[in-house]
């Protein structure tokens, strides 16, 4: 059954019972979720390279829309770790109005996946692919943090990999104590946090004792108010990035890692999601949710934005079982930045740091990461290969080359497990379960007719080995029976070796009889016109009816 494009919002309102107790219930979980949100927001934006008060902007904006039209009951969507590196990358080569239009085209473009019904293809992600560049982004932010952890002054960090490293080596002497010791003391109690309440999280607690303990201290850190001004409070207008086709064109390849990053964090969120409620998340509706709160993000001055899986199992995890939770944080959101937006500048950055250390820590999956070592070869090399291209080269890089070699491997295993054999001794009976299997002990092939079966996908990979083995065909058979039972699908390639075939063949007055013809090649050998050049009658429906259509015709010829 088709997926309906129905906002999972408007099945909780219209189609379901949706009472006061579940109401409270998604009251407070999206409080809660709220407050957890505030501190990463601002983390994630300073990470990325622009304001803090941009990354509260997308938690709000994008946040509240893609829980209006988002296909997951309990998906709660904002900036996240992993557009930390891509965002970065782009303001600094395109400035904002660069990153506001690749926002927008990312989300027409995650519109447009939805629409095509392109939610279910996202799976088809390797899995190496997916945990090599979660790995690899995990190690760039954990870099990207080390001169804040550290109190580090001066400029800010080379984007290349290597030379960051080589220059925060290089300045570690000059490393700030104070903002090291903080920086330090920040991880220890996110650490321990978990163990005292888990009701509470960590991130705020750490944030509010820390910016206390600074401020009291007269620490010499550095503070958020003192890198970027006052935090106002206020809610910019809407304002439209000034688009040209140049720019569009320019800025279209990071709009795609944008959406297709954006779409495979998202539904991998409300894939976790679903087994944590039991539920079944909309994909392609859930896509094109995204897409509206990236289109309208960049409007308020806000970044990308995508599916949050930490912050959606806050959600779960305290009651919120429909997207009115994930509403209410958005919010609450609103409201904390205009309460408590000013006193937002108080936060040292070394905290926002270490808080970044922490999530990169918890993203990387290190353990997962070792265990595909335990994988077959070919998926360890797809893995390090994303890995190592994401981190000293480009995450779009890195996503290119392993989804490429995923499947150049993916069609070199097809192509091993497609085999093309000659049976000219007796067949053993090809039987169905609903007969009497001993009805016919074998079968005698007579001598002038030549039979080759096809094991697995005859496709443009497994060509090359069907050429082969239909170079073994005698120029003495008066017919040729190709068995394909055992062949799901028939590609182009497939069709034009047949193709071939049938010519050589018939340079040899050798008639072609197909057996055992499955669904799909089927309509592929009528769509292209074979069936009718090889005669439906030639389409044998299993081993037996070939022999006599093949004894038929020797005996036609003969006759002649």
């Not at 019904?117 to 997916?130: K, S, Y």
């Not at 070199?412 to 054999?421: D, H, L, N, S």
């Not at 007969?435 to 990979?461: C, K, M, T, W, Y």
């Not at 028939?490 to 009889?513: M, P, V, W």
Request: with cysteine; net charge neutral.
């Amino acid at each position: 059954m088709e997926e309906r494009l129905e906002p999972k919002l408007y099945t909780t309102l219209f189609r379901e019972k949706y009472g006061r107790s579940q109401f409270f219930a998604d009251l407070m979980s999206g409080t809660v979720v709220g407050f957890v949100a505030f501190p990463l927001a601002v983390a994630f934006a300073i990470a990325s390279g622009v304001s803090p008060e941009q990354g509260l902007y997308t938690a709000i904006v994008a946040g509240f829309a893609i829980a209006v039209f988002g296909g997951s009951r309990v998906q709660v969507s904002g900036p996240t770790g992993a557009f930390i590196i891509i965002i970065y990358g782009i303001v600094q080569k395109h400035g904002y109005d660069g990153l506001a239009i690749a926002t927008l085209l990312a989300g027409l473009l995650l519109i447009g996946m939805g629409l095509l019904r392109m939610g279910l293809f996202i799976r088809f992600i390797p899995f190496p692919v997916t945990v090599g560049f979660t790995s690899g982004i995990a190690v760039l932010i954990f870099s990207s943090q080390m001169k804040d952890f550290l109190g580090l002054q001066g400029e800010a960090l080379p984007v290349e990999f290597v030379e960051k490293w080589t220059a925060i080596i290089g300045s570690a002497h000059l490393a700030n104590p104070w903002a090291l010791g903080c920086a330090v003391l920040t991880l220890l109690l996110l650490v321990v946090w978990p163990k005292v309440s888990r009701k509470v999280p960590g991130s705020i607690v750490a944030i509010i004792g820390m910016s206390l303990l600074t401020y009291i201290l007269e620490l010499p850190v550095e503070t958020i108010e003192q890198r970027f001004g006052v935090i106002t409070g206020s809610f910019p207008t809407p304002s439209v990035p000034r688009l040209t086709w140049a720019r569009c064109t320019e800025l279209f390849q990071p709009a795609v890692t944008i959406a297709l990053l954006g779409g495979i964090e998202s539904l991998l969120s409300a894939v976790v999601a679903d087994g944590m409620i039991g539920g079944r998340h909309r994909s392609n509706m859930e896509l094109i949710a995204q897409g509206i709160g990236n289109l309208l993000s960049p409007l308020f001055q806000g970044i990308p934005a995508t599916g949050a899986i930490a912050r959606t199992a806050t959600n779960v995890k305290n009651g919120g079982r429909t997207p009115i939770s994930a509403i209410v944080h958005a919010v609450v959101l609103l409201l904390l930045v205009s309460v408590f937006g000013k006193l937002a500048g108080h936060i040292p950055l070394c905290v926002i740091a270490a808080i970044l250390v922490y999530v990169s820590y918890n993203m990387s999956e290190w353990r997962l990461f070792l265990r595909m070592f335990s994988f077959p070869r070919s998926d360890v090399c797809v893995l390090l290969a994303t890995f190592l291209l994401t981190v000293f080269i480009d995450l779009t890089v890195a996503i290119e080359v392993g989804m490429v070699l995923a499947s150049f491997l993916f069609l070199k295993r097809m192509e091993a497990v497609t085999e093309v054999g000659q049976l000219t001794k007796d067949l053993l009976e090809e039987y169905d379960e609903k007969e009497d299997a001993g009805s016919i002990d074998i079968r005698n092939v007579p001598d002038d007719i030549q039979v080759f079966e096809v094991h697995g996908p005859l496709f443009f990979g497994a060509i090359a080995r069907f050429k082969s083995a239909m170079e073994r065909v005698g120029t003495d058979p008066n017919c040729l029976i190709l068995r394909i039972r055992n062949v799901p699908a028939l590609d182009a390639s497939g069709l034009f070796a047949i193709e071939e075939l049938i010519r050589r063949l018939r340079k040899n007055n050798c008639q072609l009889i197909l057996s055992g013809v499955r669904p799909q090649p089927r309509t592929a050998l009528e769509r292209s016109g074979l069936l009718e050049d090889i005669g439906v009658d030639n389409v044998c429906r299993d081993i037996d009816a070939a022999l006599s259509r093949a004894v038929e015709l020797r005996n036609n010829s003969k006759g002649q």
